[in-house]
């Protein structure tokens, strides 16, 4: 898709709408998550419609691809349902991409939210629907205050310019200062342009696939979890070595939380690993954003215009993601 097409923004959600719930990758271990989801949403000031087979199980897939595509090919399709919130991410998003319904996708403009293995569908739905969609959290976690106030800014009520994913506030005292939500400059400067990303590890599987976007002058955000920084090093790389990386105008990490060891690499710093490839680039970038597989997350649409502003730490939407 040109970097100079205008995506198609969703509606924005109003009181009392109807959210249709899908589970497109893995099912929870134990159902009793999803009906948790299903208060989470209501909590929320919203109905909920359960995709027909939410369910369903297939050992680690919530079901069989025919049957999670033509869940969320019906949610698009059914007028009752005004958004549609994903209740796991997991594994399996990918499967479905063939399955699925672009053009009632592209007719039928919803937002769609969740992270993880749903990069797959944020990034696909987008390219191939024109759709801005919308990694944020999945519907079986509680909604903190923070995420709460993110939420009603990106999906409920924006007003552009939108600062997304900063640090939630802190009380510094004596003694006391931010340790674990800090925000780095790797390389200063301010850039502007559309976001793309998300989980690292989705992100660098669509490379080579009709579902990569083209991230000529983008701003790339990134997160991840549970990998050594080997394998965070060895998919950045795989990023570059495919040419995308110097197509960006600016880089954004969020949260690469719970490293997995390794028993036979020798772990290498992750900031290092960061900085390397961000200055080769000689792009602005900087990590520490609240995004990803963290209790207090941002929502990040794909496919708006957003300002990084390496020098500040900040990232913020120009325009709103939602009509």
Known sequence: MSPNYQPIKPARLEPGQTIGLVTPASPPNDPEALRFAMDVVESLGYRVKAAPHLFNRAG????????????????????????????RGGYGASRLLPMLNYDVMRANPKILLGYSDI?????????????VTFHGPIASQTFTAYIVEEFKKVLVDPQAPIGIG????????????????RISTLVPGKVQGRLFGGNLSL??????????????????????????????????????LSG??????????????????????????????????????????????????????????????????????TLTLLEAPVR
């Open 166 to 181: 900063a640090p939630p506030p802190f009380e510094k005292a004596e003694g006391r200062v931010e340790k674990i939500n």
């Open 119 to 131: 990069t797959a569908l944020l990034l696909a739905i987008y390219t191939q629907a024109g759709l």
């Open 60 to 87: 680690y897939l919530a079901g069989e691809d025919s049957v999670r595509a033509a869940d969320l090919n019906a949610l698009f399709a059914d007028d009752e349902v005004d958004a549609i919130f994903c209740a």
């Open 203 to 240: 992100v660098s599987h669509l490379i080579g696939t009709p579902y990569f976007p083209d991230m000529t002058g983008g701003i790339l955000f990134l997160e991840d979890i549970s990998e050594a920084v080997y394998s965070i090093d060895r998919m950045l790389t795989q990023l570059w």
């Open 244 to 313: 995308n990386l110097q197509k960006l105008s600016g880089l954004v990490f969020g949260k690469f939380t719970e490293h997995r060891q390794s028993e036979w690499v020798q772990n290498r710093l992750q900031e290092e690993v960061l900085l390397e490839r961000v200055r080769q680039l000689n792009i602005p970038a900087i990590s520490g954003l609240m995004i990803g597989h963290v209790e207090n997350q941002t929502i990040v649409p794909v496919g708006c215009v957003a300002e990084l502003n390496a020098d500040a730490g």
